[in-house]
């Protein structure tokens, strides 16, 4: 049997860090407001200029660099994006130009904060199928340029940022163990961006009264998030026969604090099997899973063989886990 494996991890995040201290000049809320209820105490926010496609490109050629993997040898870039460089065409296609990767297919996966493990689950398709040898799968987002900076309700949460991963095909036990995706869009509106698609379309007054910026119901999104991410994950371990003891580390979808702990208790989870690293980030979409990756695979946290499990939730809704073996 053929089986996925990640190969590589990469991830960038803009300079500029946006701290509390620095919102609560221009907004009413203040530090200890945000880190009590969120867990964040800063994010990165993209420079003029900078889109998307440059997160996601340099996020790649790092993944790429540490898998030993060059730009003609990959056969599909996925990316998982909800705020792409254009509504289309796919950023995944701007970051094949940019990469200069001719041999391979490119589209993007629109699943929010789910995203990338909806490209990943693509990418181990093919893999697994003997269609693809070498898949780039990413996740970069400019949440920034979508929420409304004079909503604190919202804009306190989010972060720009990107992470990649390769997956190769590979032999042995050693890879992705399965991918459960789920969705239900019968609640869209607690968790979404009304303009500017085809029901929307730009006018005066959606850009005179922000009705375009991204919308949320933070305390309903908050119940459906924890109930979601926990039923996925063990859905996940039951599959492949193992326990949340079997968890060597837990890298969930970074969205705040609250929701990490509750989803951590009532999956069954050790303050110890869980990543975090939303404090610094904060919430960055499809980027939030592949950069805590990163981080933990360059930080020696994560060992060959060690199992892993990848927990997201997003607009849509859609929720979606992973278990690997490293
Ligand atoms: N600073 C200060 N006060 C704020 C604030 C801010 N940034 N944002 C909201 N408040 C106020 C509210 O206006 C409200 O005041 P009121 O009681 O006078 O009306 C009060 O704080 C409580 O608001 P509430 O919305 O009940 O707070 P909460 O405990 O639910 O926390 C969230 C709000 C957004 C942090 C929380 O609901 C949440 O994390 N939801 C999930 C969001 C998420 O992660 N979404 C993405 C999933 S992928």
């Known amino acids: 049997m ?42 990165h926010i993209a420079a003029d200029g900078e889109q998307t496609s440059d997160l996601a490109t340099r996020a790649a050629e790092r993944a790429m660099e540490m898998a030993g993997v060059s730009a003609d040898e990959i ?11 254009y509504p289309w065409p796919a950023t995944a296609c701007v970051v094949q130009a940019n990469l200069g990767a001719k041999n391979a297919g490119a589209f993007d996966v629109s699943a929010a904060c789910s995203g990338f493990l909806y490209a990943l689950s693509c990418a181990v398709d093919r893999v697994e199928a003997g269609r693809a040898q070498k898949v780039l799968v990413i996740g970069a987002e400019i949440l920034s340029r979508i929420v409304n900076w004079e909503d604190r309700n919202t804009c306190i949460l989010f972060g720009d940022a990107a992470g990649a991963v390769i997956v190769e095909a590979g032999e042995g036990d050693r890879g992705i163990l399965s991918t459960h995706l789920h969705a239900d869009g019968t609640q869209l509106e607690l968790l979404y961006q009304p303009g500017f698609g085809t029901k929307n379309l730009p006018s005066v007054e ?48 970074q969205a705040n604090i609250r929701i990490l702990n509750a989803t951590a208790k009532k999956i069954g989870l050790k303050d110890e099997q869980v990543y975090i690293n939303v404090d610094r980030f904060g919430n960055t979409s499809g980027a939030t899973i592949p950069l805590a990756l990163d981080e933990a695979n360059r930080a020696g946290r994560i060992k060959e063989g060690d199992i892993l499990l990848l927990d997201a939730f997003g607009g849509g809704f859609t929720w979606a886990a992973t278990l690997l073996r490293w």
């Open 75 to 85: 056969d599909l870039i996925v990316v998982g994006t909800i705020t792409g460089d």
């Open 206 to 253: 959606a850009l005179k009264d922000k009705s375009y910026f991204l919308e949320m119901q933070g305390n309903e999104v908050f119940k459906v998030a924890v109930r979601s991410m926990a039923s996925v994950a063990k859905i996940a371990l039951e599959a492949n026969g193992m326990t949340a003891e079997d968890v060597d580390l837990f890298i969930p979808h």
């Open 2 to 43: 053929i089986r996925a494996r990640i190969t590589g991890t990469g991830s960038y995040v803009p300079e500029k860090v946006l701290t509390n201290l620095d919102i609560e000049k221009f907004l009413d809320t203040n530090d200890e407001w945000i880190r009590a209820r969120t867990g964040i105490s800063e994010r």
